[in-house]
């Protein structure tokens, strides 16, 4: 007799399918309260500078959970079933585990496309997770962070050589200023004694020992619009800082993402390269995870090894 399939929720913050859902999307994330006319002409034209009315984005994070699903079978045949899970657009979480209820799923694992653990992020998608799981009778696990994997620090380091080339073999390296990014949270995870700075810090560091990187620096990005302070600096005003102390090129590393969304195509790839342009630098960026076979693998095992935890 075959044992019982495990049935694996992959999470993600989910982006509008088109340009149509932008507003419902835009809701969901304001808790229910719908944007001012401006904040919502700001951010369709946002996604219209990116996609021009095309929208691939949704595609990045449906070919990653088939990307962990063809990693699993090749690890283990037959013995998971991945099911997506999105926290602002659907299916929703709780959607994602309804599914795999219906499907007579008994034991999962939940793991999130960030490798990084914060309470104000991955905490809160586990929160709503194991309360859907618990409603359904699933037993689950959860994959908190895999922010020093051996194959995801191998992934990001091929990303930023590949980056670092993109300066010609004449360049020094020491010449290029690296800046690792990742979202910001609002300053308030700090009394909480959240992690998250930490471990950003420390794949930053494991990236740049072996991409002989010792030009670099961390920073902030894509902070959100409130009245409460975010962590800083901000990429655009760091930019600036770097271009002060002599800078000329500058080559930006987002590790806090996985796949090509917002905000990189839009923060980084059209307003920092805009800032870099008016400074006088060179910016280029390093290419995102998306479906890159380490990170894959580097997800299926960090699954394994919840799943062995028990």
């Known amino acids: 007799m075959s044992e019982p399939r495990i049935g694996v929720l992959v999470m993600s913050y989910g982006t509008p399918a088109s340009l149509d859902e932008i507003e419902s999307y835009y809701t969901h994330i304001r808790r229910g309260n719908p944007p ?3 904040m919502l002409a700001d951010l369709t034209g946002r996604y219209e500078a990116i996609v021009g009315g095309v929208f691939p984005l949704r ?3 449906d070919a990653q959970v ?4 063809a990693a699993l079978e090749q690890i283990e ?4 079933t991945c099911y997506q899970g999105l926290k602002h657009a659907q299916p929703y979480i709780e959607d994602g585990v309804a599914r795999m209820a219906a499907d007579g799923i008994r034991e999962a694992v939940g793991i999130v496309l960030a490798p990084h653990y914060s309470t104000m992020s991955v905490g809160s998608y586990i929160k709503r997770a194991r309360e859907a799981a618990e409603q359904q009778g699933i037993a689950m696990r959860f994959v908190e962070e895999y922010h020093l994997h051996p194959k995801l620090i ?3 380091t091929d990303r930023i050589r590949a980056g670092l080339a993109k300066f010609g073999d004449e360049t020094p390296v020491g010449e290029i200023k690296v800046l690792f990014s990742a979202h910001s949270l609002p300053e308030r995870i700090l009394e909480m004694g959240d992690p998250y700075p930490q471990q950003l810090l420390a794949t930053s560091a494991a990236i740049a020992e072996a991409a002989g990187v010792t030009n670099w620096q961390f920073t902030w990005q894509s902070a959100g619009r409130t009245r409460e302070p975010w962590l800083g600096p901000d990429i655009l005003d760091t930019l600036q800082e770097v271009r002060t102390a002599g800078a000329e090129r500058v080559l930006i590393a987002p590790i806090g993402f996985v796949s090509d969304h917002l905000e990189v195509l839009y923060d980084i790839d059209i307003e ?3 800032i870099a342009a008016k ?3 060179q910016l280029e960026r390093s290419a995102m995870l998306n479906t890159d076979p380490l990170y894959m693998e580097t997800l299926a095992e960090s699954v394994l090894a919840a799943e062995e935890r028990g």
Not at 77 to 80: A, K, M, N, S
């Open 36 to 38: 001012t006319p401006e």
């Open 59 to 61: 595609e990045n994070t």
């Open 66 to 69: 088939a990307g962990l699903q």
């Open 77 to 80: 045949p037959g013995r998971y």
């Open 154 to 156: 191998a992934a990001l």
């Open 272 to 274: 920092a390269k805009d």
């Open 279 to 281: 400074l006088g630098m």
